[in-house]
């Protein structure tokens, strides 16, 4: 059985930083690409960045957190970062990851798309103050 476990939300100010992280257990994680979601109070769950099986610079941003956020993994301890800075306060949700359902996806086909992801954890809340 697959779990993920998110941490390391919490409560900043507009401008500050921070660093959630999501352990993964299960299944050979270095095998599979990883993503970021995010779901603020009545809105629709929404992509923020995905990262390939072997890490590195094969990642993919949504718009709004490009140059802002960086997703990475550590492979060894099964484990992937969302380093958020100068965070917003529209950054306010539950910050989510999600395993892809895929095999050595391949950085080309990267997915945005939560349905591509068939394992997620319980969510992280973050909340910016303005």
């Known amino acids: 059985q697959v779990q993920l476990v998110e941490s390391g939300g919490g409560l900043v100010q507009a401008g500050d930083s921070l660093r959630p992280s999501c352990v993964a257990s299960?299944?050979?994680?270095?095998?599979?690409?990883m993503a970021w979601f995010r779901q603020a109070p009545g809105k629709e769950r929404e992509f923020v960045a995905a990262i390939n099986w072997s890490g590195g610079s094969s990642t993919k941003y949504a718009d709004f957190v490009k140059g802002r956020f960086t997703i990475s993994r550590d492979n060894a301890k099964n484990t992937v970062y969302l380093q958020m800075n100068n965070l917003k306060f529209e950054d306010t949700a539950v910050f989510y990851c999600?395993?892809?359902?895929?095999?050595?996806?391949?950085?080309?086909?990267?997915?945005?798309?939560?349905?591509?992801?068939?394992?997620w954890g319980q969510g992280t809340q973050v909340t910016v103050s303005s």
């Open positions: 999600a395993l892809d359902r895929r095999i050595y996806t391949p950085m080309a086909a990267l997915s945005t798309s939560a349905t591509t992801y068939n394992y």
């Open positions: 299960g299944r050979t994680f270095n095998s599979y690409a």
